[in-house]
């Protein structure tokens, strides 16, 4: 069949940019130079039924028009078959139709006329009028056959359709009517309905470069949705009400239109915004929001970003190239703020102290020190409405609410630890203030800000919109600050804020005297380093009761840093060790025992740091020197012992030490005997001698009246069973098994629910429970245990493990069986006091008749006053091998140690 040619005047090309129905074209050409020409070819001969109008609540069309049976059909079928495409129309020019001379200088000229579109690049291709004819899709003008062949061909085509029943010719024309939703009830709820689901659309009307009209539609739901819908992350400059552009608004639209208009996209709705739609257009040629930004004919929106379900990153990405390019929107720009050396940008460190909830201080490579701020964060401040805002702060940490959780959630994750630090910006300084270095801190790939505003601990600085001095990853930020409002998660909680109620003892005599028994009773307590002003000087939080101490460190004498107001100079090493503290214990956890107070109300006592004694660990490095009160405490051998260390290696303050070289003299002093009666209670499984605990006969009335005052105390005042919470090395109260009565005792070891305790005044160990355990009053504190560790002098045990039991059951038999001893002490070894012990009456000495029984050997001293004993214990051995008992059944065991046996 061959295609007649109407008569025609004018032909023309052009890319089809829009159907607005199923008779009407609109055509753009790209004339050189200049804005675009657009022509709209209404079809000659045909007449298409008529779209729905929107209800516009005045005039004829107040309540709106439905569609026409098959107008979608027919207007989908030259969009479908024609939009975007390259075709060549015919058309005779009609000044009567023609509003070229209307148009505004730099609009696009539009044109209305008759005519024909041809789907191809001449006159030859296939004539779309014909095509909607004989789908039976319009009807044909038919009063113009008479005098016109192209009428009369397309008449003929009109027969054959009705013939087949096709489009408009057949049955239920109402079946080809779509129900139209133009307004959208509840944008939220079917938001929240359709949510993360693509959703098939059309492009209808493009607003500006960033605001479309799209037409939705489903399988899902048989309505079609007009509505209006806004690119997520992005807004391109657009149109006043009185049509007045602003800078690029022109550009971004055409770029908009000529890849979306009337295309077929998928809508994933995101947001809603009044009763705007936010969302994101995905399209098979890529994402048009991120096409914008790349251009410079668009910018981010902080707000919207939060929105965008993927490609963040890419937004951010498109428009930082756009202004290092400046292109178009971005001519003129410049950055806010100075530019980062790259030496500078990124590097490593260690936190050292948290400060408050957004900045840190980090210990370099290097060994300097460097203050950082968390980039774009805010911490949490003093509601507006507060009475106390605007006042000095002396305690804001504590004050403030959510303050204190913010800084702790970044102590605990942070606080000793390695992180790598980005530099975002610096900022210049300002009223007084320094200038900050704004970073992105991470730590195993977490983000830390992002991190603490998942809490709800802080919130995110927001900017003007050409501010782009902020965080790498602020939109990461805002969605992390988003996540925990939803949540209600703290600074955003609906609920009153938390508020810390703090005992401040630091600096208050008064107070600190009131409170003091508590503390000394809770023997070893938790407690963070809040601040350190010298070595041995430190300011502690305890959590468990809120109490904020100052905290001396006992038993020691340690060097003072200087000062910087007033300027006072330092004792050598001063601020070395106060460094030495500060690395090891500031804003860390550590264990306390509080022993005394000074007059100004500070707390002295022994503190602990992963199992170091710090005490012990200052004398050890040559920062400190023994305090003549060490020699009462129970670390006084240890502390020694770091002295001598630190002074045979003339570390520090020890550095110029010279130990005085005494010529050893004859030791010609005679040995003193000065007998004590004592029963011995307990003997100890060590490896270095025979150990046993004595009590002194004449301190039983004092230990037999400190029970029965204990005893009378729990009873009267019974301990609720769970109050008392044990802790390891603590002194308390426990009930023996035996006699379930109650003693001194202290906590040895805790596994589960297994408790092992040491009575101090007997030397046995038990293993019990917590409900047999009660809080010590404090005045039993004081009191020494009365149950004296001793060794037995003169004598080694053997080295096999059970020779070595055999002669600590001979020693407990032959003690056992005389429940009053003589005890003479005859030097010290390994710290503590080597005795010689006799039975009351016959004199016998009970070192000396082991010796002789075989069960221990004579040990050989060299001290003159010691040597008739010696001599006597010798012989005692020499009859032992002679009567082969027990060690020397089998003959001389020293033999061993000749040069033949190795």
């Known amino acids: 069949m061959t295609t007649q ?15 607005n129905s199923g008779d009407t074209v609109v055509i753009r050409g790209q004339p050189k130079g200049g804005p675009p020409d657009e022509i709209t070819i209404i079809l000659t001969g045909i007449k298409a039924p008529k779209l729905a109008y929107r209800p516009t609540n005045i005039g004829e069309n107040a309540s709106g028009t439905p569609d026409a049976p098959y107008a979608w059909e027919a207007r989908e079928f030259l969009r479908k078959k024609l939009i975007g495409k390259r075709v060549c129309f015919t058309y005779e020019k009609s000044k009567s139709s023609s509003t070229e001379q209307s148009q505004p200088e730099n609009k696009p000229k539009q044109t ?57 010719h057949g049955q239920n024309l109402q079946d080809h009517v779509r129900k139209i939703v133009w307004d959208i009830e509840n944008p939220s709820l079917f938001k929240d309905t359709h949510q993360q689901k693509p959703l098939k659309a059309i492009v209808e009307h493009v607003v500006d470069g960033s605001t479309l009209r799209v037409l939705l539609y489903s399988d899902d739901f048989p309505e079609y949705y007009y509505i209006k819908l806004m690119l997520s992350g992005i807004r391109c400059n657009g149109f006043s009400n009185n049509q007045v552009k602003e800078p690029f608004a022109e550009e971004a639209k055409f770029y908009t239109e000529v890849r979306l208009l009337q295309r077929d996209v998928e809508v994933l709705i995101e947001s809603v915004s009044n009763k705007n739609f936010l969302g994101s257009v995905l399209h098979p040629n890529g994402n048009i929001a991120e096409l914008l930004l790349n251009e410079g004919l668009a910018k981010c929106v902080d707000w919207s970003l939060q929105c965008v379900t993927s490609g963040l990153e890419k937004f951010r990405a498109a428009e930082k190239s756009a202004k290092e390019k400046r292109l178009r929107m971005w001519k003129d720009y410049a950055p806010s703020g100075p530019v980062i050396d790259a030496k500078e940008k990124e590097f490593q460190g260690k ?79 300002n009223q007084g203030f ?9 730590i195993g790939g977490s983000n830390v800000a992002e991190a603490l505003l998942s809490k709800g601990l802080a919130t995110v600085v927001r900017y003007r919109a050409d501010d782009d001095q902020r965080s790498a990853h602020y939109d990461e930020l805002l969605s992390a600050e988003t996540k925990a409002a939803k949540s209600g998660k703290g600074l955003h909680s609906k609920k009153d804020n938390p508020s810390i109620r703090i005992v401040d003892l630091s600096g208050d005599l008064k107070l600190s005297k009131q409170y003091f028994p508590i503390i000394q009773r809770g023997g070893k307590m938790e407690a963070v380093v809040e601040f350190v002003a010298n070595g041995s000087r430190l300011r502690l939080f305890l ?76 004398v050890r490095e040559g920062y400190a020197e023994i305090h003549p009160t060490a020699i009462r405490s129970p670390f006084y051998r ?35 005997v000065n007998h004590k009666k004592v029963t011995i209670t307990e003997t100890k499984e060590d490896p270095t001698g025979i150990i046993f605990y004595a009590q002194h006969h004449d301190e039983g009335p004092k230990l037999e009246e400190l029970l029965t005052e204990l005893r009378q105390e729990l009873t009267s005042n019974p301990p609720l069973v769970g109050s008392y919470t044990p802790k390891k090395g603590e002194l308390c109260a426990a009930k023996y098994s035996d006699d379930d009565q109650w003693y001194r005792a202290k906590i040895i070891k805790i596994q589960g629910s297994q408790i092992q305790v040491s009575y101090i005044d007997y030397g046995n160990k038990e293993i019990t429970t917590a409900t047999q355990l009660a809080s010590l009053p404090a005045k039993y504190h004081t009191l020494p245990p009365f149950a004296k560790e001793y060794s037995l002098a003169f004598v080694t045990l053997p080295k096999d493990p059970e020779s070595a039991s055999d002669a600590r059951f001979a020693f407990f038999t032959e003690t056992s069986t005389n429940p009053a001893l003589l005890l003479n002490v005859e030097y010290r070894a390994n710290g503590i006091s080597s005795v010689t012990l006799l039975t009351p009456d016959e004199k016998e000495d009970i070192g000396k008749k082991l010796v002789e029984k ?49």
């Open 5 to 19: 040619q109407p008569p025609a005047l004018h032909t023309g090309f052009g890319i089809v940019k829009q159907i």
């Open 112 to 168: 209305k006329e008759y005519g024909t579109v041809y789907n191809g690049a001449d006159t030859s291709a296939e004539n779309v009028t014909e095509s909607l004819v004989s789908e039976g899709l319009v009807e044909v003008r038919r009063g113009a056959a008479r005098v016109n062949e192209y009428v009369k061909k397309l008449c003929d085509l009109d027969d054959i359709a009705k013939a087949a029943g096709k489009g408009l």
């Open 351 to 429: 936190v050292v102290e948290v400060i408050n909830a957004d900045a840190m201080n980090l210990k370099l490579a290097d060994g300097s020190i460097k203050k950082i701020f968390l980039a774009s964060l805010r911490p949490p401040r003093l509601p507006e409405n507060s009475p106390d805002t605007g006042k000095a702060r002396t305690r804001a940490l504590y004050d403030i609410p959510y303050m204190f959780e913010a800084r702790e959630f970044l102590r605990k994750k942070l606080i000793g630890k390695k992180v790598n630090v980005v530099v975002d910006y610096k900022q210049p300084a």
């Open 434 to 442: 320094p200038e900050k270095t704004c970073c992105t801190v991470t």
């Open 543 to 618: 959590p468990r009761q809120n109490y904020l101490l100052t905290f001396l460190l006992g038993g020691i004498t340690c060097v003072k840093p200087s000062r910087e107001t007033p300027p006072t100079p330092g004792d050598p090493y001063g601020d070395e060790a106060l460094a030495y503290t500060k690395d090891l214990c500031l804003q860390r956890e550590v264990q306390i025992e509080v022993e005394t107070m000074d007059k100004a109300g500070s707390c002295i006592g022994w503190l602990w740091i992963d199992g170091l004694n710090l005490s012990e660990g200052l």
């Open 638 to 672: 240890a502390l020694q012992a770091s002295q001598e260390e630190a002074q045979k290696k003339k570390l520090k303050m020890w550095e110029k030490y010279e130990p005085v070289e005494v010529e050893p003299k004859e030791d010609k002093s005679e040995r003193v």
């Open 854 to 902: 075989g069960f221990v050997l004579a040990e050989k001293r060299r001290e003159q006053k010691y040597q008739k004993l010696i001599s006597d214990y010798i012989s005692a051995q020499e009859l032992a091998k002679k009567n082969r008992e027990n060690l020397w059944v089998y003959g001389d065991i020293t033999e061993d140690d000749a040069r033949e046996f190795g």
